[in-house]
C-alpha cells in the first residue's frame, strides 16, 4: 500500500509536467522548443553527427596523412571522415550550422539527405544553402512556423525604398518583396485564399515609402478604396481604367524623356552620371517610384460587345507597355486574379510573360496553378495544389530563376491596414499626371461629447 501510495506520490507530478509539455507544443510550439526541443536537438546532433553523417553517404575517405597519425598515435580504426562542423548558432525557430565539406563533395550531396537529416535530429525540416564555396549552412526548423505566422525581428532590417517584408518562408525567413530586384509580379488565388491579406501587406508595407500607389480595382473598389487615403490614382471600373493607363504611360514617356535629356552626353561627364533608368539620375532630379495595384485583372479582359472588345485591347496594349518599359521609368506591377491564362484573350500571356515574381494562393483547379507556376516551375505545381482550404494566406512563390518556397502572409485586419494609410496619406507625392485620378477621400465627422449635465432653463 505504500509503494502504491509513492508511485501516486511521484507519478501525479509527472503526469501533469507530461501533460503541460504536450499542450505547450500543441499551442505554444515556440515556447515548447526553446524549453524542450532546443536542448533535445542540440544534444541528438552532436551525439550522432559522425554516425549520422555516414549512414547519409556524406563522410569520405581520410587522407594519408590521417591515415598515418591514427595508426602512429593509437589503435583506433580509421574511420570516413564527415564534413567539418561550425558552432551550432540556436535560434526562436531552431538551429543554424555551417558544415565546411570534404574534398569531392557538393551542396546538392547534402540537400539530398536533408530529409534523412530530419528524421535523424529529430525536427520539422531541414534546409541548405551555399554560404560560399565548399561552405554550407544548415537551417533546422524546429516546429511548423506557418501554423502560426509571427514575422522574425529581423525582417525590418530587410526594409528599404520599395522593400517590402510580407510574409513569412517555411525556412522561417521572411519573404521581402522587392521592387527593384522583381520588378513586376503576378498573384493569383481562389476566393478566401489569402489573396486579398498579401496584397494589405504590400499596401501598407509601401505607405510607409515615398512611393506613388495607384490601384485598378474593378469590384467597385471594394478591395482598395479602403486605402484611398494614400493612393494617388484609383479606377473602380473597365471604363476609369481605360483613361487611367493612358496617363500612366504619359507618365512613363515624360520621365523617358528627362532620362534621355540626361544622357546628352557631354566630354569629361563622369561615368556614374550616364544612366539608362530614374535610379541614375541625381536624387532631386529622380521621380518617385510608382507601383500600379491590378486587383481582378479578368476583369479588365472580359468583353460583352464590339465596343468593349476594342476597349480591351487597348488596355491590354498599354499593360503589356507599362510590363516592358515601365521598370527604367520606375513603374512597376502588381497583377493579382483569381485565373490568368491563354483563355482570357489576345495579349494575355504575352503580359504573363513580362511578370517576373509569381505567386499562388490555393486555386481551385490544376490549370490555375500551371498558369502561375507551370512555365517557371513545374515542380512546385503540385505543392500549389496541395494547399489546404483551412489555411488561408498560406501561398507558393517563385520567380523565373525556377527557385520556389512555401510562405503564409500573417493576419492583418482591414481596419489597421486602412488606418496606417490615413497615418501616411501625407506621403501622397504630387503627381500631375494623375491628379485627375486621386479618390475622394471623405472627412472624418467626429461627434461632440455629450454635456455631463442638462442645464436647467433659467426662468423669471
Not at 48 to 54: A, G, I, K, N, R
Not at 102 to 127: F, I, K, M, N, T
Not at 265 to 278: C, F, K, L, R, W
Amino acid at each position: 500500500m505504500s509503494d502504491l501510495t509513492t508511485l501516486l506520490e511521484v507519478g501525479g507530478p509527472l503526469a501533469a509536467l507530461g501533460g503541460g509539455a504536450a499542450y505547450t507544443r500543441a499551442k505554444h510550439p515556440a515556447a515548447y522548443w526553446s524549453t524542450v526541443g532546443l536542448p533535445i536537438a542540440t544534444a541528438r546532433l552532436l551525439g550522432s553527427y559522425t554516425s549520422v553523417m555516414e549512414a547519409c553517404g556524406l563522410t569520405v575517405a581520410p587522407s594519408r596523412l590521417r591515415v598515418l597519425a591514427v595508426k602512429a598515435t593509437t589503435r583506433r580504426e580509421v574511420r570516413p571522415v564527415p564534413p567539418r562542423r561550425g558552432i551550432i548558432r540556436p535560434t526562436s525557430t531552431g538551429l543554424r550550422i555551417r558544415l565546411r565539406l570534404a574534398p569531392g563533395q557538393e551542396p546538392a550531396d547534402v540537400a539530398a539527405s536533408a530529409e534523412r537529416l530530419r528524421h535523424a535530429w529529430g525536427v520539422h525540416a531541414v534546409y541548405v544553402t551555399t554560404v560560399k564555396p565548399g561552405v554550407v549552412e544548415l537551417r533546422l526548423v524546429g516546429f511548423d512556423v506557418l501554423r502560426q505566422v509571427r514575422m522574425p525581428r529581423t525582417s525590418s532590417a530587410n526594409t528599404g525604398l520599395l522593400k517590402v517584408p510580407v510574409a513569412l518562408r517555411e525556412d522561417a525567413t521572411a519573404f521581402v518583396r522587392d521592387y527593384r530586384t522583381v520588378p513586376h509580379q503576378l498573384t493569383l488565388g481562389a476566393t478566401l485564399s489569402g489573396k486579398s491579406m498579401y496584397l494589405r501587406h504590400l499596401v501598407t508595407g509601401l505607405a510607409r515609402q515615398p512611393v506613388a500607389l495607384v490601384g485598378i480595382d474593378c469590384k467597385r473598389g471594394v478591395e482598395l478604396a479602403p486605402f484611398a487615403a494614400r493612393l494617388s490614382a484609383l479606377a473602380t471600373d473597365p471604363d476609369q481604367a481605360a483613361e487611367l493607363l493612358p496617363a500612366l504611360i504619359k507618365e512613363m514617356e515624360d520621365r523617358y524623356d528627362l532620362i534621355k535629356a540626361r544622357q546628352g552626353i557631354a566630354p569629361g561627364t563622369p561615368d556614374e552620371e550616364i544612366t539608362s533608368d530614374i535610379w541614375g539620375l541625381p536624387e532631386k532630379q529622380r521621380p518617385v517610384p510608382i507601383v500600379l495595384f491590378v486587383d481582378e485583372v479578368a476583369e479588365l479582359f472580359l468583353v460583352a460587345t464590339r465596343k468593349d472588345e476594342d476597349r480591351r485591347d487597348e488596355m491590354v496594349t498599354q499593360l503589356i507597355r507599362l510590363a516592358q518599359l515601365g521598370r527604367a521609368a520606375g513603374i512597376y506591377l502588381e497583377v493579382c486574379g483569381q485565373r490568368f491564362g491563354a483563355e482570357l484573350g489576345k495579349g494575355a500571356t504575352m503580359l504573363r510573360a513580362q511578370l517576373t515574381g509569381r505567386v499562388c494562393h490555393r486555386v481551385n483547379d490544376e490549370a490555375s496553378a500551371k498558369m502561375a507556376l507551370g512555365d517557371i516551375a513545374p515542380e512546385a505545381v503540385g505543392a500549389a495544389c496541395a494547399i489546404a482550404p483551412e489555411r488561408p494566406g498560406l501561398a507558393v512563390a517563385g520567380d523565373t530563376s525556377g527557385g520556389w518556397s512555401r510562405i503564409r502572409t500573417p493576419y492583418l485586419s482591414l481596419s489597421d491596414a486602412a488606418e496606417i494609410c490615413r497615418e501616411s496619406a501625407h506621403l501622397v507625392p504630387d503627381l500631375p499626371t494623375l491628379k485627375p485620378f486621386r479618390p475622394y477621400v471623405p472627412v472624418a465627422v467626429v461627434e461632440a461629447p455629450a454635456p455631463a449635465f442638462q442645464p436647467r432653463p433659467v426662468t423669471d
